[in-house]
């Protein structure tokens, strides 16, 4: 990072612009409070049905020798670990490269002026809001497009409009697990991918282009260097804008994977459960079955988290815009407004987490009425307390 210098700009907003930005952002608060509740209603019906999904397949899938076809497990859900081989070549013509692999991918990277804007603000007595905001030009390598022409300001921090080389992934056509083909479902989702050393490179065709070692990366069987091409104006020391890095990795055949999904003759298909989910799972190295389900437990576990947690930010960001205006109203006098934005901040988050519980509660009642009723008592006895302690205050 380098050659860095900056632009700041100062703006003013009204009391009353604020006031009417804020309300306007009211409609959006309400549509992302009510889509909160949609999303832990429907997230915990998802959780429940993968889980029940993964017992059945648990409960029927036949470990199989991948040598030899049997025709009796067809349309079974079967498991089998092996070496994925292919005799494909995966070819780069631009480059000139030739290799055996199960994918190769190729990546770029541009010298390129980056936009960062960092913004400070600052409420003054009347409502109204100063912004200050700084915009940093800084030269990067970087593996997406800059669209100079969108800064602020544009003179003096040009960038090509386009990458000269592409990037892009390519899969073998034809791979094998013993004798059993794998569909494209299953090869799409391994990502193992290793750095490939460029051996040679065509000079007359690539003026000025260079093999780098650049970094390393440290793996178990030891240290694998990151290779890269470098081709451009400048130098490896002081590059120009538009200047590239072009590096290729690939996954190498032989190695060992795992694999549980429904047989088809001598290949493999998505297993539809009676949950409506599906099982198609490749995992690398050698498992049983048992790991195979338990991690898929454990990623389904995981899943239901993040989404109750984003059904939470969901409704806490709706009741805060909700809220906003009364907020912006109290920024008349701005420790009046900040006093007030985090009380209803606090406020706001204890009644999210209050009804995020019941709603979860309720849906588990739907599909897991023991532990749903349970829940919905906790939750209930919740909302009361702060019902309470709110009317108490009050009284106060």
């Known amino acids: 990072m380098e050659n860095q210098d900056t632009f700041t700009e100062e703006t003013t ?52 020798d991948p040598n030899v076809v049997d025709k009796a497990n067809d349309g079974k859900l079967v498991h089998l670990t092996g070496k994925i081989l292919t005799d494909k070549i995966l070819n780069d013509a631009e480059f000139d490269i030739n290799v055996n692999a199960l994918k190769l991918r190729r990546n770029i990277e541009m010298y390129q002026w980056v936009e960062e804007t960092k913004k400070e603000k600052e409420k003054e007595i009347g409502g109204s809001e100063k912004t200050k905001t700084t915009y940093s030009y800084v030269k990067k390598w970087t593996s997406t ?24 992934t390519i899969t073998a056509d034809q791979a094998k697990i013993g004798e059993y083909l794998l569909p494209e479902s299953l090869l799409s989702d391994i990502s193992n991918f290793k750095s490939y050393a460029v051996q040679k490179i065509d000079t007359a065709k690539f003026k000025n282009a260079t093999i780098l070692n650049e970094g390393s990366v440290e793996l178990g069987s030891g240290v694998e260097i990151s290779q890269k091409i470098f081709i451009g104006n400048g130098s490896l020391t002081s590059p120009e804008v538009g200047d590239v890095k072009v590096s290729f990795q690939i996954i190498e055949p032989g190695g060992d994977y795992s694999i549980i999904s429904k047989q088809i003759t001598n290949t493999f298909e ?56 009364l907020v912006v109203i109290a920024d008349v006098l701005p420790f009046l407004g900040n006093l007030l934005d985090v009380g209803l901040s606090l406020f706001s988050g204890l009644i999210s987490f209050t009804l995020s519980f019941v709603t979860i509660a309720i849906a588990w009642i739907v599909y897991r009425p023991i532990l749903g009723v349970a829940l919905l008592v906790v939750g209930g006895g919740a909302f009361i307390y702060l019902f309470m302690r709110a009317k108490a205050r009050k009284s106060e």
């Open 13 to 64: 907003q009204s009391w009353g612009s604020r006031i009417m930005e804020s309300i306007k952002s009211v409609l959006f608060g309400i549509i992302l409070f009510l889509g909160a509740f949609i999303v832990l209603w429907w997230n915990e019906g998802r959780a429940v049905k993968t889980a029940k999904g993964l017992k059945e397949g648990q409960s029927q899938v036949v470990t199989i």
């Open 145 to 168: 497009l800059e669209k100079s022409a969108s800064f602020k300001v544009p003179e003096g921090h040009m960038n090509p409009t386009s990458f000269p080389y592409s990037k892009y």
């Open 270 to 325: 998505s297993f539809a459960t009676q949950t409506g989910t599906s099982i198609n799972v490749i995992k690398e190295g050698i498992h049983s079955s048992d790991a195979m389900f338990a991690a898929e437990h454990s990623k389904n576990t995981i899943t239901t988290w993040i989404l109750r947690l984003l059904g939470f930010l969901m409704m806490f960001g709706g009741l805060t815009m909700i809220f906003r205006p």
